[in-house]
C-alpha cells in the first residue's frame, strides 16, 4: 500500500523504504551520500522520498551520527564577486546533502579574529568548516589555531587543493592569453587583481606561462584592486600609451572600467584593442561590447569542497578531484589586431 504526502502523519524513513522496497539502512545510506548503494536502489530511494515528500529529522539523524549535520564557513572579502559566489555555491552544495550552513566573516584576518571564529565554530558543534580563502593570512592562522573538527579550503592555492578545492585560475589565465595569441596579438598585458591574493597571483603565472609558451615578452603587468574605478585609470593610460593591443583584465569589473576608459578616449574595441576578463558575471554579457571572459564554475566548486569535507568527515566517501577547470567565454570584446 502506498503512503502518500496526504497522510495525516509526516512521512518516516520507514515508509520510505517501504515503498521503494529496500531496507531502512539503504534509505540511511542514500541520505547520507554514501557511495555503496546502486544506482537502481539510489533511483528508487529518491523517487520515494520526492513522491512522499520526505524530509530528514536533523535531530534524529545527528543521534544515529553523532554529527550536528551543520558546516562552518569562515569567509573574507565577501564585498567581491568570487568570495561571495563561492559562498552561496558552498551553502547550495550542503544542503544539497543535508547540512545546513553557519557562516561568520571576517573584515580583517588578525589571530584572535580567527581564534574567535574558530571557538565560535567549536561552541556551535559544527562536524567540519571550509574556508573561503582569498589570500593566505587565514590560512596560516588556522594552522596556528588547529581546530578539533576538519577543515578544507576553497583556493586556487596549488599546495592547499588536496585539502579542499578550487578554480584553475593559471588555466584560465593561459586560455585567455592563448585566445589573444591565436588572433594574432602579439603584445598583451595583464590588469592584475592585488598581487595578495591568490587567484590573482596565480592569473598572473598563467599569463606569464602562456606568453613564455608563444615566445612572446610579459612587458606590461599592472597591479588592479578588483575596481571598476581602477580599471578605467589604466584605461585611460593605455590608450594614452598605445602599449598593448591587447589586454587580460583580472575580473570583469575591472574589464567594465577599461572599456569605458580606452573607448572615452577614442579607441575601438576589439579593433585597436581587445579586452578579456574573468569570471563572466551575469551582466558580461551586456557589456559594450559584450565581454569576452573566463567562466568559473562557482556551484561546482561548491560541491568539490562540500565533497571534500565529507571525505574527511568519513574514510568511504567519494571524493571529486579539487580542482575545477574554468573555461573561456568568447564574446565581442577580441579580434585580430588592426595594423595602425
Not at 2 to 30: E, F, L, W
Not at 132 to 157: I, K, Q
Not at 284 to 299: G, I, K, M, N, S
Request: glycine share 10%; aromatic share 6%.
Amino acid at each position: 500500500m502506498s503512503i502518500h504526502p496526504a497522510s495525516r502523519r509526516a512521512p518516516v524513513m520507514k515508509d520510505v523504504a517501504r515503498m521503494a522496497g529496500v531496507s531502512y539502512q539503504t534509505v540511511s545510506r542514500v541520505l547520507n551520500q554514501h557511495p555503496n548503494v546502486s544506482a537502481g536502489a539510489r533511483e528508487r530511494v529518491e523517487a520515494a522520498i520526492a513522491e512522499l515528500g520526505y524530509r530528514p529529522n536533523p535531530a534524529a539523524r545527528s543521534l544515529v551520527t553523532r554529527r550536528s549535520q551543520t558546516i562552518g564557513v569562515l569567509a573574507s572579502e565577501l564585498a567581491q564577486y568570487g568570495p561571495a559566489r563561492t559562498l552561496l555555491g558552498l551553502e547550495q552544495a550542503a544542503r544539497d546533502v543535508g547540512y545546513f550552513v553557519s557562516i561568520a566573516t571576517l573584515r580583517t584576518v588578525t589571530p584572535q579574529a580567527v581564534r574567535d571564529a574558530v571557538d565560535h565554530f567549536g561552541d556551535q558543534g559544527v562536524d567540519g568548516l571550509v574556508v573561503v580563502v582569498p589570500h593566505p593570512g587565514l590560512l596560516e592562522e588556522l594552522d596556528r589555531v588547529a581546530p578539533a573538527f576538519p577543515v578544507v579550503a576553497a583556493t586556487s592555492d596549488p599546495e592547499r587543493l588536496l585539502a579542499g578545492a578550487g578554480v584553475d585560475q593559471r588555466l584560465g589565465a593561459r586560455l585567455a592569453v592563448q585566445h589573444l595569441i591565436g588572433l594574432g596579438h602579439t603584445s598583451i598585458g595583464h590588469l592584475a587583481g592585488p598581487f595578495d591574493w591568490y587567484d590573482a597571483a596565480e592569473r598572473v603565472a598563467g599569463w606569464r606561462d602562456a606568453l613564455a609558451g608563444a615566445g612572446l615578452a610579459a612587458d606590461l603587468l599592472v597591479e588592479g584592486d578588483w575596481t571598476a574605478a581602477r580599471g578605467y585609470e589604466v584605461g585611460r593610460e593605455l590608450a594614452a600609451s598605445r602599449a598593448v593591443t591587447a589586454v587580460l583584465v583580472g575580473n570583469d569589473q575591472m574589464a567594465l572600467g577599461l572599456l569605458r576608459g580606452v573607448q572615452e578616449a577614442g579607441l575601438r574595441v576589439p579593433e585597436d584593442i581587445s579586452v578579456v576578463g574573468f569570471d563572466d558575471q551575469p551582466e558580461a554579457a551586456y557589456f559594450f561590447p559584450p565581454l569576452t571572459t573566463v567562466r568559473q564554475d562557482f556551484e561546482e566548486l561548491g560541491r568539490r569542497c562540500i565533497g571534500a569535507l565529507l571525505a574527511a568527515l568519513d574514510a568511504d566517501a567519494q571524493q571529486a578531484p579539487g580542482v575545477v577547470e574554468p573555461r573561456l567565454v568568447v564574446r565581442s570584446t577580441t579580434g585580430r589586431p588592426v595594423a595602425s
